[in-house]
């Protein structure tokens, strides 16, 4: 099994890229903000970690479709048991741990009794017999899953908690209201990594599940490929350091935020997650972190000022739950400026970082709106914001987007957006291309 440990509590730093110029009565700010965080590893004392010389303590719920159309075909639900086998021989040793199977409702596969085992090689080896005895049968009804997980991983004094759920179906045997319902209950609580297999699952589902979550959604076309998505995707669960990172971003009176999203690596608009965080300043939810780096994109409406005049417009940092529940700061910030001038170069000149995301944001957006366009019929929109996918993806550089868009449409000029659909689209490779829409490629600073 892997070891995850590194030498340090992970440290994080913040930089800011922008062009902080505006016109004459200019009131738009863009900002795009990297989080990184390097070092992480063996836990020390310090806000949002465990004690000192431990690894973080965690707990994770795997939670497998074992409905009906599981056993179509057969292979499918041998291939699910194997990839929840190789998940929990990735969990380091001393992780809280359960497996739920579900239908229409939850069932607790292991350990049971309404608790969490913790890995080591007797409760692995208990998990794996357990695990042979799941069978294919009944409905669909995610929401009782995710709620049976919730009360599962809230019963472990843990720091990091994250749920793993395959599905290969529509929710079907409930509403999309109970869902929604579900995922407001357990969104903050903990982070869930979202998998559809097959072709007969929803897109809009899954993805929701993980962007409520703040988890990754992916597809896993072929039954064969579930191991060693699971095993990348523990091992990344494992390497999580610091749960319930908050962006903190104060903004001076008079100042509005119009957005604030992720941008890398994937689009995610987190502008209605805000929590208020005393006078002007507000909490947008990132989820766990381990040794990574993210962008955000923020937008700030600032009061109009004469000539020469500079203010900060916003006032970015870090935050995670104390032990008395009040926030501490995980000791970085950047700070957000506008500066009005009649230099014209300097006002009209866009961050390249600013440009590049833009451009990302767009990509997403259209590759769905196409894609929702090409099944309800109207191909010449279908077309038209494909096309316009097409030029965004090769203009920056994002290649791995581009092949999936190759797939759905013939590419005629990639710079122009000059393209024509497919007659015939795998309905593997449409999905697909929904699913990852939104990933993105970093800018080269």
């Known amino acids: 099994m892997a070891n995850f440990a590194k030498p340090d509590v992970p440290r994080f730093s913040v930089d800011v890229y922008q062009n902080e110029y505006l016109p004459e009565g200019g009131r738009e700010v863009n900002a795009i903000v990297t989080v990184t965080a390097t070092g992480g590893g063996t836990i020390g004392k310090g806000p949002g970690a465990a004690a000192a010389g431990r690894r973080p303590s965690a707990a994770v719920a795997v939670m497998v479709d074992c409905s009906g159309s599981m056993d179509y075909p057969p292979t499918k639900m041998r291939h699910a048991r194997d990839a929840t086998a190789a998940a929990v021989d990735t969990l380091r040793d001393g992780t809280h741990f359960a497996v739920i199977g579900g239908t229409h409702v939850a069932t607790e596969v292991y350990p049971g009794g309404g ?58 045997h409930e509403s999309p209201d109970d869902l929604r319902a579900a995922l407001d209950a357990c969104a903050g609580r903990f982070t869930c990594d979202a998998r559809g297999v ?96 993210r962008d955000y994109h923020l937008c700030v409406e600032v009061p109009p000022a004469g000539l020469g005049r500079e203010m900060l417009a916003a006032r970015v940092s870090l935050v995670v739950p104390g032990p008395d529940g009040t926030a501490q700061n995980l000791g970085a910030q950047g700070l957000v400026r ?36 090409r099944k309800v019929g109207d191909f010449d929109g279908a077309t038209a914001k494909l096309g316009r996918a097409v030029q965004l993806a090769s203009a920056s550089g994002n290649a791995d987007t581009a092949k999936l868009l190759a797939k759905v449409v013939d590419v005629v000029d990639a710079a122009t957006g000059t393209v024509r659909l497919k007659t015939r689209v795998a309905e593997a490779d449409e999905m697909t291309l929904e699913t990852r829409s939104t990933k993105t490629v970093r800018v080269k600073k």
């Open 115 to 172: 608790r969490l085992a913790v890995a080591g090689p007797a409760t692995r080896e208990e998990a794996k017999r357990a695990l042979r005895r799941l069978s294919a049968g009944g409905g669909t009804a995610i929401g009782t899953w995710l709620r049976l997980a919730d009360r599962l991983l809230a019963s472990a004094d843990v720091t990091l908690r994250h749920g793993v759920l395959l599905t290969d179906g529509r929710n079907e």
């Open 198 to 293: 097959g072709t007969d699952w929803e897109v809009k589902e899954v993805t929701a599940i993980a962007s409520a979550l703040l988890g990754t959604a992916d597809i896993v076309a072929d039954p064969a490929g579930l191991a060693a998505d699971f095993t990348r995707m523990m091992e990344t669960a494992m390497g999580k350091e610091v749960a319930d990172v908050a962006l903190r971003v104060w903004t001076p009176v008079g100042t509005a935020i119009r957005f604030v999203k992720q941008v890398a690596p994937a689009v995610e608009d987190l502008t209605g997650r805000r929590t208020e965080a005393g006078p002007r300043a507000g909490d947008y939810p990132t989820g766990s972190w381990g040794d990574e780096s």
């Open 338 to 373: 506008a500066v009005w001038t009649d230099d014209m170069t300097a006002s009209t000149a866009i961050s390249p970082q600013v440009a590049h995301y833009t451009g990302q944001a767009e990509l997403a957006q259209v590759i769905k709106q196409g894609l929702d366009l």
